[in-house]
Nanobody
Framework: QVQPVESGGGLVQAGDSLRLSCAAS????????MGWFRQAPGKEREFVTA????????SYADSVKGRFTISRDNAKGTVYLQMNILKPEDTAAYYC???????????????????WGQGTQVTVSS
């Protein structure tokens, strides 16, 4: 198993950038697809982005395309979320998740992720 731990959140202004990190070290880290989800107060959890176990398949929510970038470093057991041109609507708790996403399954479905971090707060002021 893996135990994701997020870091890098904070309070920024609209237009700023943040880089979130998710440490999920383990011998089998490279066996997991890694995803980022977020949840704002009073809102449902939503998909942000994800990367396949091999790193060759990326998926992004329409709301973050062109602004956010996901990447992974299997040697370090870490996945990153580079967030640029942040908007107030990006404000949420961001969660990192790991799961076995097989062929035919979608990376954006939270039901495909078994292990979840505790989240890191991102607040974007206008």
């Amino acid at each position: 198993q893996v135990q994701p731990v997020e870091s890098g959140g904070g309070l920024v202004q609209a237009g700023d950038s943040l880089r979130l990190s998710c440490a999920a070290s383990g011998r089998t880290f490279s066996s997991y697809a890694m995803g980022w989800f977020r949840q704002a107060p009073g809102k449902e959890r939503e998909f942000v982005t994800a990367v396949s176990r091999s790193g060759d398949v990326l998926s992004y929510a329409d709301s973050v395309k062109g602004r956010f970038t996901i990447s992974r470093d299997n040697a370090k057991g870490t996945v990153y979320l580079q967030m640029n041109i942040l908007k107030p609507e990006d404000t949420a708790a961001y969660y990192c998740a790991a799961g076995f996403v097989n062929f035919g399954q979608v990376l954006s479905d939270p039901r495909n992720y078994r292990y979840w971090g505790q989240g890191t707060q991102v607040t974007v002021s206008s």
